[in-house]
């Protein structure tokens, strides 16, 4: 728990310091003011300025003004297969790529339609896209990618609890037995490290954030 707590102390730290010198205004939006639902799992904010909001009952886009809501129901412009999104990034040509309960799928911000990425139904709990427009994700917690070139989805085989990208775009995992792997872009070699010892038990062991903050520095939060 020695990571999460400096993890946390760190934020707690530059959260006083900042609201030392600065006040900000806070407002509490919910289902009441056009809120899918009270419970929400991610939020990005686009490249044209919209923040997209996945919840526990659907998408939502705000303009900072109102709410749209995505549900999962079928019509012209396709749908989004399950209520429960869980993830959301933005590719290098602005395409929204959702994470659900049940696959991922596209939305295209001109069209306003969303198709289903092929072969992914299952449990979406991290999606990254990458420098080359890749998508890496985590299907039922095991490692894919999607290359956008070649149209095709690939299986690493590994099992996986969190998802992160650094600067030089290496690719770290973490796992739910205290394991750190990284991917080298570079290289297309991998480091394996631990960094929870088999002395803890193993119910606690698992890794569930990791967070690159430029230079040689990675933070690491534990369950």
Same mark, same amino acid.
């Given at each position: 728990?020695?990571?999460?707590y400096?993890?946390?102390?760190n934020i707690f730290?530059?959260?006083?310091?900042?609201?030392?010198?600065?006040q900000y205004?806070?407002?509490?939006?919910?289902?009441?003011?056009?809120l899918?639902?009270?419970?929400?799992?991610s939020?990005?904010q686009?490249?044209?300025?919209?923040?997209?909001?996945?919840?526990?009952? !659907?998408?939502?886009?705000?303009?900072?003004?109102?709410?749209?809501?995505?549900?999962?129901s079928?019509?012209?412009?396709?749908?989004?297969?399950?209520?429960?999104?869980?993830?959301?990034?933005?590719?290098?040509?602005?395409?929204?790529?959702?994470?659900?309960g049940?696959?991922?799928?596209?939305?295209?911000?001109l069209?306003?339609?969303?198709t289903?990425?092929?072969?992914?139904?299952?449990?979406?709990?991290?999606?990254?896209?990458?420098?080359?427009n890749?998508?890496?994700?985590?299907?039922?917690?095991?490692?894919?990618?999607?290359?956008?070139?070649?149209?095709?989805?690939?299986?690493?085989?590994?099992?996986?609890?969190?998802l992160a990208?650094?600067?030089?775009q290496n690719?770290?995992? !973490?796992?739910?037995?205290?394991?750190?792997?990284?991917?080298?872009?570079?290289?297309?070699?991998?480091?394996?490290f631990?960094?929870?010892?088999?002395?803890?038990?193993?119910?606690?062991?698992?890794?569930?954030?990791?967070?690159?903050?430029?230079g040689?520095?990675?933070?690491?939060?534990?369950?």
């Amino acid at each position: 728990m020695r990571f999460f707590y400096h993890l946390c102390l760190n934020i707690f730290l530059q959260f006083f310091a900042v609201t030392g010198f600065a006040q900000y205004y806070f407002k509490h939006y919910k289902a009441d003011n056009g809120l899918a639902h009270n419970s929400v799992r991610s939020i990005i904010q686009d490249r044209k300025g919209f923040i997209w909001i996945g919840t526990r009952g !659907g998408l939502n886009r705000f303009d900072g003004y109102t709410f749209k809501a995505y549900k999962n129901s079928k019509h012209k412009f396709g749908y989004l297969g399950n209520d429960i999104i869980l993830v959301i990034a933005e590719d290098q040509k602005e395409m929204l790529w959702v994470g659900t309960g049940k696959g991922i799928f596209k939305y295209n911000p001109l069209s306003e339609d969303f198709t289903r990425l092929a072969e992914s139904k299952g449990y979406i709990s991290h999606l990254l896209v990458d420098n080359e427009n890749n998508l890496w994700f985590l299907s039922n917690y095991s490692l894919y990618s999607y290359n956008q070139k070649t149209k095709k989805i690939q299986d690493h085989h590994m099992s996986a609890s969190c998802l992160a990208i650094d600067d030089e775009q290496n690719l770290w995992i !973490g796992n739910d037995d205290g394991l750190v792997t990284i991917f080298h872009s570079k290289t297309k070699s991998r480091t394996e490290f631990r960094v929870v010892g088999k002395d803890i038990p193993a119910d606690l062991r698992s890794v569930s954030s990791i967070l690159p903050t430029g230079g040689d520095e990675v933070l690491v939060g534990l369950f």
